[in-house]
C-alpha cells in the first residue's frame, strides 16, 4: 500500500522503541481544511498501520477537525509542526461513555474514558509525540453530549507524551488512569479544567512541562475506584516544571496574564500540584522537585478515602502570588469508597528549600489530621514564606463558629462566633484550606500531628499580622528550631494547645523550650 513505508529503524527516546510503517493521515483521505471530519480518516490509518505490526501516524501541518481516535498498541501519533488536532463540535463524532460499574466512588470524568478526543484502553508501547497542538475547544467541561476529555489512557503500559501541546482540554487534558511506565516530557498545556490526572499509575516520569489551569488542579495524582478496586500509585518523579493560574490561553501566547481572581470553587486560581483528593488507593515513592507554582494554589497532600500517603519528597519548590496554604496536608475522613474502608494515614515525608512570596494571610500553612487520627513524621526545612499578612486575632473570632459549605462561607443564622483559637475539624468535608476558614495562626497552623520537625523556617509578612505565627492543638513530639517570624506587641509568636514533647530551640524571639504536657501555653 503506498501509504505504508517501511522503515529499516524507527526510534523514540523514552520507554518504548517502535520498528515498523509511516501512514501519513491525508493519505486515507484526511483533510487540514478546519472542517472536514477526520475521524474515520484517521482511525483507518491507526488500525492500517497496527495491522502492519505498528509503526507511527503523522498529521501534517495543518488543522484537521476529528471526533474521537482510537489508539493501538505500538502505534506512535506524531503531530508534526503546524499540526492541529481540532476537537469536532459535533456530538455524535464520539465514542459513547462506556459503562463501570463503579462508577458512584468518583465523578463521571474519572469513571469513564472512551468518551474522550483521544482514548485507549489494554493497550502497550503507545506514544503521542511532536511539536504540533490539540484544540479543545469543543470539548465539555462536565458530564453532557459529546467528550469530556482530551486525551483518557485505562490499563495501559510503556506509553510516551511528549513535545505536543493542549489548549482548552476540557475536564482532563490528560487522564491516565492504570498505566504503568508513563512518560509525559516537554508537554504544555493551557486548559480550562484539570491538567494531568495521573490515577493509580506505577512508574511515572513528569518532567519538563508547563501546566496553567486557573479552575482546577494542574498535576493531580489520584486513587480512586474506577477500576473496581484500589490500587497503588508509587515511583513517581516530577521534576523542572511549571504550574500556573494565569488566564487560559496566556500560557500558549506567552502573555502570562494574571487576571483570575478565583476559580468556580471562589477559592483563588488553582493551578497547583497535589495527591488526592480522590484517595481510595495509596500513594507512595513520590519525588517532587524544581517546580515553579505562579499565581497558583499551593502544594496539597490530601488523603480522606482511605489511603496511605508515604515516603513523600518535596524539594526546590518557589511559588509567587499564592492563592491560599502554601503546604496542605490533610488527613481527613470524607471516605468516598466502599463500606468498612478504614481512614488512611500520612506519615514520612520530608518537604526542603521551598520559597513563596505574596501568599494569602487567611490560611497560613497546614498540617493538619482529624481526632485520633494523626498525621505523622513530616519534616519541613529551609522554608521561607512571605503572607501578605493584615489580618488579627479579630479576624478569626467573628467567623460563625461552624461553616455551612465552606467553600462559600455562608453560615447558618444564630450561630454565635468561634472562640480566637476555635477551628472547626470538618473532618468529612472536601479538603481545601478554606474549610476551616481565617485560621488563628498566621505561619503554620498544626493539629492532631505527631512527630513534626520545622528547621530553619523563616515566615514573614508583607503587611504587620496581629496572629501567631505558629499554632499548635493537639500534637505530639512537636520540634521547632531556627524558626522566625516578626514580634508584635501584645501578640505570641507560639501557642501551644492540648500539647505533648514540644520543644523549640535556637527560635527568634523565643526562649529554649522543651514541655512534656502542655495543657496550654502561650510564648
Request: aromatic share 6%; charged share 20%.
Amino acid at each position: 500500500m503506498k501509504s505504508i513505508v517501511a522503515l529499516i529503524a524507527f526510534s523514540l527516546a523514552g520507554p518504548i522503541a517502535l520498528f515498523g510503517a509511516v501512514a501519513d493521515i491525508s493519505t486515507f483521505g484526511a483533510k487540514p481544511d478546519g472542517k472536514t471530519q477526520n475521524r474515520d480518516a484517521i482511525n483507518k490509518a491507526i488500525e492500517t498501520v497496527a495491522a502492519a505490526g505498528g509503526g507511527t501516524v503523522e498529521v501534517p501541518p495543518g488543522t484537521w477537525v476529528t471526533g474521537s481516535i482510537q489508539l493501538r498498541s505500538n502505534i506512535t501519533l506524531h503531530l508534526q509542526p503546524g499540526a492541529v488536532l481540532e476537537a469536532s463540535s459535533d456530538a455524535s463524532a464520539y465514542d459513547a461513555a462506556e459503562p463501570n460499574a463503579s462508577d458512584k466512588f468518583q465523578d463521571f470524568g474519572h469513571s469513564h474514558f472512551h468518551n474522550s478526543l483521544i482514548w485507549g484502553e489494554n493497550l502497550e508501547n503507545i506514544a503521542i509525540t511532536g511539536g504540533g497542538r490539540i484544540s479543545g475547544t469543543a470539548l465539555v467541561r462536565e458530564r453532557g453530549a459529546g467528550a469530556d476529555k482530551t486525551i483518557a489512557l485505562k490499563l495501559c503500559r510503556n506509553v510516551t507524551l511528549r513535545d505536543f501541546s493542549i489548549l482548552k482540554g476540557g475536564h482532563f487534558a490528560i487522564l491516565a488512569t492504570g498505566v504503568d511506565n508513563l512518560t509525559i516530557d516537554h508537554i504544555m498545556i493551557d486548559t480550562n479544567r484539570d491538567g494531568m490526572d495521573i490515577d493509580s499509575c506505577r512508574n511515572v516520569r513528569i518532567s519538563n512541562c508547563s501546566i496553567n489551569s486557573p479552575n482546577d488542579d494542574a498535576i493531580t495524582f489520584k486513587g480512586t475506584h474506577a477500576l473496581g478496586a484500589a490500587r497503588v500509585s508509587e515511583n513517581v518523579t516530577i521534576t523542572n516544571c511549571l504550574v500556573s493560574g494565569f488566564e487560559i490561553g496566556s500560557l500558549l501566547d506567552a502573555t502570562y496574564k494574571r487576571t483570575v481572581q478565583r476559580a468556580p470553587d471562589r477559592d483563588g486560581p488553582t493551578g497547583r500540584i497535589k495527591i488526592g483528593t480522590e484517595s481510595e488507593g495509596d500513594f507512595r515513592n513520590f519525588v517532587i522537585s524544581n517546580v515553579v507554582f505562579d499565581t497558583a494554589r499551593g502544594l496539597a497532600l490530601e488523603s480522606v478515602d482511605g489511603s496511605h500517603i508515604e515516603d513523600i519528597a518535596i524539594s526546590n519548590i518557589t511559588m509567587r502570588h499564592v492563592s491560599n496554604a502554601p503546604i496542605f496536608i490533610r488527613l481527613g475522613a470524607r471516605m468516598r469508597a466502599p463500606e468498612g474502608t478504614p481512614i488512611g494515614a500520612i506519615r514520612r515525608v520530608i518537604i526542603d528549600n521551598v520559597t513563596a512570596y505574596d501568599a494569602d494571610p487567611r490560611y497560613a500553612s497546614i498540617i493538619s489530621g482529624i481526632p485520633s487520627h494523626d498525621v505523622e513524621d513530616v519534616k519541613l526545612s529551609h522554608i521561607r514564606l512571605q503572607y501578605r499578612g493584615g489580618l488579627s486575632l479579630e479576624d478569626t473570632a467573628k467567623q460563625p463558629a461552624d461553616l455551612v459549605n465552606s467553600f462559600f462561607f455562608r453560615a447558618t443564622g444564630g450561630v454565635p462566633p468561634r472562640q480566637p483559637y476555635e477551628t472547626p475539624e470538618r473532618e468529612k468535608e472536601y479538603p481545601e484550606p478554606s474549610m476551616f476558614g481565617i485560621l488563628p495562626a498566621s505561619g503554620f497552623f498544626i493539629r492532631h500531628a505527631s512527630g513534626i520537625e520545622l528547621n530553619d523556617v523563616d515566615v514573614s509578612f508583607t503587611k504587620e499580622d496581629k496572629r501567631p505565627a505558629f499554632v499548635l492543638d493537639s500534637v505530639t513530639h512537636i520540634g521547632l528550631e531556627n524558626c522566625k517570624a516578626p514580634k508584635v506587641t501584645g501578640i505570641p509568636l507560639l501557642v501551644m494547645m492540648n500539647a505533648k514533647a514540644v520543644s523549640a530551640f535556637h527560635c527568634a524571639g523565643l526562649a529554649n523550650f522543651q514541655g512534656d504536657a502542655i495543657a496550654r501555653k502561650e510564648m
